[in-house]
């Protein structure tokens, strides 16, 4: 189940805000320019299909969100825990960053923490499968999916180049404990 968590990044322990309700978890990210919507999708699919599959039969929703968006691409990311680089991919994910372009995310399965950082306040949105996250280009952020990832992400991008991030250095991520 979704949930959103706020912390103020000075006390990064306790979170000052918790809530699993999706219109107050889209209310909240709002506020901070993050577009955040549940999809009740009639999609069904096998965990085991090839990317080629997955972005076919999510093609309606793709074309539909690359169209209001101005996106040129989407893929699919697969993620289990005996993934050959789960381990370096959560680190370099975890590592605080921006993009150039919005960072657009819909979870076919499974789910994970994305943390934005927006002035002395740390947002942790954990999405799960049927949901949609878009974190605005620009604003400093990080992904985890845990020790043990387990999902299958679309991803929309406008830059043909993919996932680029611009790391900024800041260990926050370090000193905020996800659930």
Known sequence: MSELRIFDENAPGAPYFDTRDAAEI?????????????WDSPV??????????????????LDRLMGETGAGSADVIKMTPDHPQAGALREKFRNEHIHTEDEIR???????????????????ALCTKGDLISVPANVKHWF????????????????????????????????????
């Not at 889209?26 to 320019?33: E, F, M, V």
């Not at 096998?46 to 929703?61: F, N, Q, S």
């Not at 819909?106 to 942790?124: E, N, S, T």
């Not at 992400?153 to 370090?174: E, K, P, Y």
């Open 26 to 38: 889209a209310s909240h990210l709002a506020s901070i320019g993050v577009r955040f919507e549940r």
């Open 106 to 124: 819909f979870f076919v399965h499974g789910g994970g923490h994305f943390v934005m950082h927006k002035a002395d306040r740390i947002y942790d």
């Open 144 to 179: 985890d999916a845990g020790e043990h990832p387990d999902f299958v992400a679309l991803r929309v991008f406008t830059d043909q180049s993919g996932w680029v991030a611009h790391f900024t250095g800041d260990a926050i991520s370090s000193r905020v404990p996800l659930a």
């Open 44 to 61: 069904a699919y096998d965990p085991a299909a090839e990317p080629e599959a997955i972005l076919a039969a999510y093609r309606p929703y």
